[in-house]
């Protein structure tokens, strides 16, 4: 699945999982989205295809994930994103960036080295990942900082794909100044100068801060269950 997809209020928005190539079946679920789920999110088996369309009417940072049970299965195995859909031009004061992180967990059967990892069901079952992870890698951004330049307004949008673990949302010396801890993007809903924004696995949030070095260090300060391999500020 794709990492993230953007519209704007009423403009409709489509999606199609065509030929499922996989022995098993997969489906799509929008967050964003009114919809009849039975017929919509059903699971598509192999060789066959869905398509269906919606009004993304409500403004939000949304998850979007595979809904074929086992759906933590699904989920831990990477098939998830995020969907932006932006408020109308106004509402929200334009940023000088926008980043958007998927928070995710991986439960492995191995260290994966000498062959693909694959899902490990008791420690999805007991909540241990072995990685806790940000747009599919644990650690990037250690490597690779998102960037800014001081003083310059950068926006965060924050999905918690889970499957089971809350991500606390931080950036490291400073304050949002603005937050939607639910990720609804409404002026009236917002909360101003919190230095934490919990984002529960499975919703979304966007907050604000303005820069103040070049390079941001962000964290999760989701506390353990981690196992001593988990790692955390990816
Ligand atoms: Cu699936």
């Known amino acids: 699945m ?5 519209s704007s ?7 199609s999982l065509t030929s499922n190539k996989g022995a098993i079946p997969h489906s799509v679920d929008f967050h964003a989205t009114r919809i009849a789920p039975d017929k919509a999110f059903g699971d598509v088996f192999p060789g066959k295809s869905v ?44 940023a000088d960036r926008n980043y958007v992180l998927v928070a995710g967990e991986w439960y492995l059967d191995s260290d994966g080295l000498k062959k693909p990892a694959q899902f490990n069901m008791a420690k999805a079952h007991a909540r241990q990942p072995d990685w806790m992870i940000f747009n599919g890698y644990a650690g990037q951004y250690v490597e690779h900082p998102l960037t800014a330049k001081p003083g310059e307004l950068v926006r965060f949008r924050v999905v918690d794909a889970g499957p089971s673990l809350d991500t606390d949302f ?37 907050s604000t801060s303005r820069s103040i ?22």
């Open 213 to 234: 070095s070049p390079a941001f260090t962000r964290s999760s300060h989701t506390p353990s269950p981690l196992s001593t391999r988990a790692k955390s500020g990816s």
């Open 170 to 206: 931080h950036v490291v010396g400073t304050i949002f100044k603005t937050a939607y801890t639910f990720g609804d993007m409404n002026p009236a809903d917002a909360l101003h100068d919190v230095q934490t924004v919990t984002v529960p696995a499975g919703a979304g949030a966007s």
């Open 2 to 6: 794709s990492p993230r997809r953007c």
């Open 51 to 94: 398509s269906y369309s919606f009004r993304a009417d409500d403004p939000g940072v949304f998850m979007y994930h595979c809904g074929t049970k086992l759906v933590s299965m699904h989920i831990a195995n990477g098939m998830y994103g995020a969907i932006v859909v932006e408020p109308p031009a106004g509402v929200l004061p334009q």
């Open 9 to 15: 209020p009423s403009t409709t928005s489509s999606s």
